[in-house]
């Protein structure tokens, strides 16, 4: 079984800044992905941003230059730094991996999500 458990959410002012992480536990044995999505109210949920196992990264357009995704492999953690957060960043953000269990198993995981309030 393997969870993922975020932190770092909360209420910041527009121009502000925040950090989320997510750590990664269980019975892994490897980590390939790991990202954030996030899920405005009446709107679908959306890939933030994510890192592959060697570390390249990929990310919305709409937070290019504003968000980081990065990773601590001996950790099972990812992280995302927010800068110059805007009204429209305001959403659930849900920690996403795809694991491979010790059992050999593929996983697509999810985390329980972390509310980010940015307010004008």
């Known amino acids: 079984q393997v969870q993922l458990v975020e932190f770092g959410g909360g209420l910041v002012q527009a121009g502000g800044s925040l950090r989320l992480s997510c750590v990664a536990s269980?019975?892994?044995?490897?980590?390939?992905?790991m990202g954030w999505y996030r899920q405005a109210p009446g709107k679908q949920r959306e890939l933030v941003a994510n890192i592959s196992k060697s570390g390249t990264t990929n990310s919305a357009d709409s937070v290019k230059g504003r968000f980081t995704i990065s990773k601590d492999n001996a950790k099972n953690m990812v992280y995302l730094q927010m800068n110059s957060l805007k009204p429209e960043d305001t959403a659930v953000y849900y920690c996403?991996?795809?694991?491979?269990?010790?059992?050999?198993?593929?996983?697509?995981?999810w985390g329980q999500g972390t509310q980010v309030t940015v307010s004008s």
């Open positions: 269980g019975s892994i044995f490897s980590i390939n992905f």
């Open positions: 996403n991996a795809i694991i491979r269990t010790r059992w050999g198993t593929a996983l697509n995981s």
